[in-house]
């Protein structure tokens, strides 16, 4: 068998093997609304490769024999899933299994090459139950309290108490659905992104990813405000819109913050 005999039949026996797995996955990203960004990423990743093809064709091939070690590792932990570990645990040994047959065909400096897109894909993963649960709260009532501050700032009399908010006669009730990662994980997204196709360093993506994270709680936090304000904003369509924009709207914060870190670069590098 030829060498991209052997590549075909490797990527066929790795989906195959994953097929559960990424049904799975595509089902979250239809029906989690905190991961509808995911059916994204493959597309995306998609391109940057096509992009780089020029430069990935370039490198050496030295295929290695620790990606032997990866891909059994990879099966171990989709063996782990199919036992019940969970659907994470499978998505993650689907990367495993990948960043393998790499390492098997092409050596190191692929898997360095290629380690951007591999960040990117973790964009694709379920959230992890366990943490998940955990920052839920936390983050329901730091909307509450920031929205709250919002809208005192705004004119409105606000009585806060735990995650409800009373405004002008009405309550609304800040839920587990609005504690903000819907905005936070498609912001982080977009923000490496952006980041890359700017040619910026790699400190500048990471700085910019983490400046997401108030970024998308600044956001949310006016999405519910936005809600309390008006009640029509809290349900149905209106309420989907309304998430829209203001998403559109952490954008441009996420623009001038690169700039911002673009400035510093260059001053550092004068």
Wanted: aromatic share 10%; hydrophobic share 60%; charged share 10%.
């Amino acid at each position: 068998m030829n060498r991209t005999s052997a590549i075909a039949a490797t990527a066929l026996a790795i989906l195959a093997c994953y097929a559960s797995t990424l049904r799975a996955m595509f089902g979250l990203w239809m029906t989690d609304e905190d991961m509808a960004h995911g059916i994204l990423v493959a597309p995306v990743i998609g391109w940057i490769l096509w992009r780089e093809r020029a430069r990935l064709s370039a490198l050496p091939i030295e295929p290695s024999r620790w990606g032997w070690l990866l891909l059994v590792l990879g099966a171990v932990l989709q063996l782990a899933s199919t036992r019940g570990a969970g659907i994470f645990i499978g998505s993650v040994a689907f990367l495993v299994s990948i960043a393998g047959a790499v390492l098997c065909f092409a050596g190191f400096a692929w898997i360095r090459a290629l380690a951007f897109p591999f960040v990117l894909a973790c964009f694709m993963l379920p959230k992890l139950a366990y943490f998940y649960n955990d920052i839920t709260l936390p983050l329901q009532l730091l909307a509450s309290r920031m929205a709250a501050g919002i809208l005192t700032l705004g004119g409105f009399s606000v009585i806060r108490t735990g995650n409800i908010l009373s405004v002008s006669g009405h309550q609304v009730s800040v839920e587990a659905a609005c504690n903000g990662i819907r905005y936070l994980l498609p912001l982080a997204f977009v923000s490496m992104v952006f980041a890359y196709l700017n040619g910026s360093r790699t400190w500048i993506r990471a700085a910019l990813v983490a400046a997401a994270v108030p970024v998308a709680i600044i956001g949310n936090a006016l999405r519910v405000a936005a809600s309390a304000a008006s009640p029509r904003l809290a349900v149905g369509d209106w309420h989907t819109f309304t998430g829209i924009v203001v998403f559109v709207l952490t954008l441009p914060g996420i623009l001038m913050i690169h700039r911002l870190l673009c400035s510093m670069d260059r001053r550092m590098h004068a």
